[in-house]
């Protein structure tokens, strides 16, 4: 069965700590993707990471793809009250078709001053 | 460049009935996935339409069908609507072939069946 974990699937931080986000999977992908979702919103694409350890990085957010250990990780830098949404990694299944993703159940992250 | 449109933004509708809710997929895009959320959960793909074809389903019932039009536009179908199919429904474009494979959503469509 095709699956996509994340975990954890709440964090509650205070302002100026380090966290991360971890997102494992079970099928054999090179492509995968970090959105952010805002309460009522739809998704924002953060990261797409397509091979084995890419790194890509955008202001206090960092992902990064192990593809041999099928993991991905969402770090999170010196946390402020604006990265308060839910963050889901997603998997791309198609064989490099695109567009057909499995997502993790998402993580709800709160940044409390 | 105009992004993913969707119509409607919100809408409710009775166990029974019938919905239809429509995409406009990004300039250059070829393809449209959609995708069911439920409260509380990640999305879940329902399925991709390519050259006007179903290109791959996810696990829903035939009640889910849809279109895909020349100009790449989509539509979701849902009959006989369920409570469970209470969910913000999300379009997503995309260009065959790229080498990112990324999906560009739109804002999605609120459904609340009674």
């Known amino acids: 069965e095709l699956k996509v974990e994340q975990n954890p699937l709440f964090l509650s931080m205070q302002e100026g700590k380090n966290y991360t986000i971890y997102c494992n999977y079970s099928?054999?992908?090179?492509?995968l993707y970090w959105y952010r979702q805002d309460p009522g919103k739809s998704l924002e694409s953060l990261f797409v990471l397509l091979s084995n350890g890419a790194v890509k990085q955008e202001g206090r957010l960092m992902a990064s793809l192990d593809t041999k250990a099928r993991l991905s990780t969402l770090h999170i830098t010196a946390a402020v009250h604006d990265l308060s949404a839910t963050y889901f990694c997603a998997v791309d299944y198609s064989y490099n078709q695109g567009g057909k993703l499995i997502f993790g159940q998402g993580t709800e992250l709160s940044v409390k001053p | 460049e105009t992004g993913v449109t969707q119509s409607p933004t919100h809408l409710i509708k009775t166990r029974g009935q019938q919905v239809t809710l429509r995409c406009s997929s990004q300039?250059?895009?070829?393809?449209v996935s959609w995708y069911q959320q439920a409260l509380g959960q990640g999305p879940q793909f329902i399925f991709q339409y390519y050259r006007e074809e179903e290109n791959g389903r996810g696990n829903f019932p035939p009640r889910f069908s849809g279109l895909q039009f020349p100009n790449y536009s989509s539509e979701l179908n849902v009959n006989a609507l369920e409570l469970d199919d209470s969910a913000l429904y999300l379009c997503?474009?995309?260009?065959?072939?790229?080498?990112?494979?990324?999906?560009?959503f739109g804002e999605g469509s609120r459904l609340t069946v009674l």
């Open positions: 997503a474009s995309s260009l065959v072939g790229s080498h990112t494979g990324e999906l560009f």
């Open positions: 300039s250059g895009h070829n393809t």
């Open positions: 099928t054999t992908s090179d492509r």
